[in-house]
Nanobody, 116 residues
Framework: QVQLVETGGGSVQPGGSLRLSCAAS????????VGWYRQAPGQQRELVAL???????NYADFVKGRFTISRDNAKNTVYLQMNSLKPEDTAVYLC??????????WGQGTQVTVSS
């Protein structure tokens, strides 16, 4: 079993920035993919950004140019830098890890609220 713990959420005004972190309880060296999803009230969970091993990061169109995903294998941590935040970015952001062998794990999520 792997625990994923997200931190860094909060409230910010439009145009502001936040940096989310996702700390894994197991090494992420061998993961097939890590990423971030989000879910707003009454809406389906949607992909925000994803890193597949050996490939460049993938981003949802609605965050391209504003969000950046990165990983620090030494710290078993995945980050999501979010800039130029908009009210429509308000959601619970969830970390995701797909380990080799097919095991999938989700964090509990961290709330991001963008409001003036």
């Amino acid at each position: 079993q792997v625990q994923l713990v997200e931190t860094g959420g909060g409230s910010v005004q439009p145009g502001g920035s936040l940096r989310l972190s996702c700390a894994a309880s197991r090494s992420i060296d061998s993961v097939f993919a890590v990423g971030w999803y989000r879910q707003a009230p009454g809406q389906q969970r949607e992909l925000v950004a994803l890193i597949i091993s050996g490939r460049l990061p993938n981003y949802a169109d609605f965050v391209k140019g504003r969000f950046t995903i990165s990983r620090d294998n030494a710290k078993n941590t995945v980050y999501l830098q979010m800039n130029s935040l908009k009210p429509e970015d308000t959601a619970v952001y969830l970390c995701y890890a797909h380990y080799s062998g097919g095991n999938l794990y989700w964090g509990q999520g961290t709330q991001v609220t963008v409001s003036s």
